[in-house]
Every structure is written in structure tokens, then in C-alpha cells.
């Protein structure tokens, strides 16, 4: 084979090779991050862009206001802060929370964030994977128990495949275990009846 025929063929597989990676980038770049990686990494890209956080992670003040308190991420609600009874709903205002974002009030009663870690006796340390999409897809605890009480949008999150709520419950259980028993909701006698 001639000089100029050889350069011809490193020619020809060097820029076939570029194009094959160059699609491959291309084509994982359009599924978004995280859809072909891993369950546990894909799980805490959706727990993100969920905002997973927003509810399960305690707020702290910080020196530029309210923060998350990383160090008891997905924790719930604070087990040693007692709140003060919450304030009656007033006209169009039907919601209130405490400061850390992990207390609600509304006409259904006040829920607390639940513990989110894998800590076995106060989170999800002991749940199976079925039972964890159960409580999303029904909106029960532990699939079978009381019902979520809102804020908790269990009837959008368990729209989700079973895929990505399995993804989920595997970054989860991945994340460092918190001991914090959050205290049961507290429904109010107007709240709608719990559904079979």
C-alpha cells in the first residue's frame, strides 16, 4: 500500500472516530443530565430538580439570610424544635410554615417533612423500594398507612416511572443516615377523609 493511500485510510478512521464521538456527545447532551448514568446518580438529579430539598432539608440562617442546613440534608423536620400552635387560616390565606420549611399548616391539618435519610428506625433506612413508590402512586405512608397530607405533592412526583422513582429511592438510601424522629401529622377534623 503506497505512503499516500496509508494517510488517506488514518485520515478516513480518524474523522469517522470523530464524527462516532461527536454524535455520541450530541445525543447524550439532548437527553439531559443524568438519563443514562447510574440509578443513585440520575436519583440525585431528579431529588434536585424536584426540589426534594426545598421541603426535607431544614433552613438555617446563614450570614446572607435563610439557607439550607446541608448537614441535616433530607432530615425533615427538626424533631427538637417545638412549634407554638399555628396560625387559623384568614380569608384567601390558607397555608402557613415555619421557618424551616419542614412545618405546614393548611385546612387538611400540619404535616411535617418527613426523614428522608436511610436511617432505620426515624427514616427510610427500613423501606423497600416497592413500598416507597406505593406512597408516591397513592399518596399513603409506607404505601398502605395514613395519607400525605399537602403540601407534599405525591400526586405529580408518582406520575414518575418506575425507573426514575427507583432512582430516587437508590440516592436516597445512599445518603448519610440522620436520627430524627419527625412528629405524625396532625389532621384537622375538616380534612378530607383518608381514601381506600
Known amino acids: 500500500m503506497s505512503e499516500r493511500r496509508k494517510r488517506w485510510w488514518v485520515a478516513v478512521l480518524s474523522g469517522s472516530a470523530v464524527l462516532v464521538t461527536a454524535s455520541a456527545v450530541a445525543q447524550e447532551r439532548s437527553r439531559g443530565p443524568g438519563s443514562t448514568s447510574a ?24 450570614k446572607q ?30 397555608l402557613s410554615g415555619a421557618m424551616t420549611l419542614t412545618a405546614w399548616n393548611s385546612p387538611a391539618g400540619t404535616v411535617y417533612s418527613a426523614n428522608l435519610t436511610p436511617d432505620k428506625e426515624t427514616g427510610i433506612g427500613n423501606w423497600t423500594q416497592k413500598q416507597f413508590l406505593d406512597t408516591l402512586r397513592n399518596g ?29 429511592f437508590a440516592y436516597l438510601q ?18 378530607p377523609p383518608a381514601t381506600p
Request: aromatic share 4%; charged share 20%.
Open 140 to 168: 399513603r405512608h409506607l404505601g398502605a398507612g395514613r395519607q400525605l397530607l399537602p403540601p407534599m405533592p405525591w400526586m405529580w412526583i408518582g406520575k414518575a416511572t418506575d425507573e426514575d422513582l427507583g432512582a430516587i
Open 39 to 62: 440509578p443513585v446518580q440520575r436519583g440525585e438529579y431528579l431529588t434536585t430538580i424536584a426540589g426534594c430539598n426545598d421541603c426535607h432539608t431544614p433552613m438555617k440562617m446563614g
Open 65 to 94: 439570610g435563610p439557607e439550607p442546613d446541608l448537614a441535616r440534608r433530607f432530615s425533615g423536620h427538626p424533631a427538637e424544635l417545638k412549634l407554638p400552635p399555628p396560625p387559623q387560616p384568614n380569608g384567601p390565606w390558607g
Open 174 to 191: 445512599t445518603v448519610k443516615p440522620i436520627r430524627n424522629r419527625v412528629p405524625d401529622p396532625v389532621p384537622t377534623a375538616s380534612a
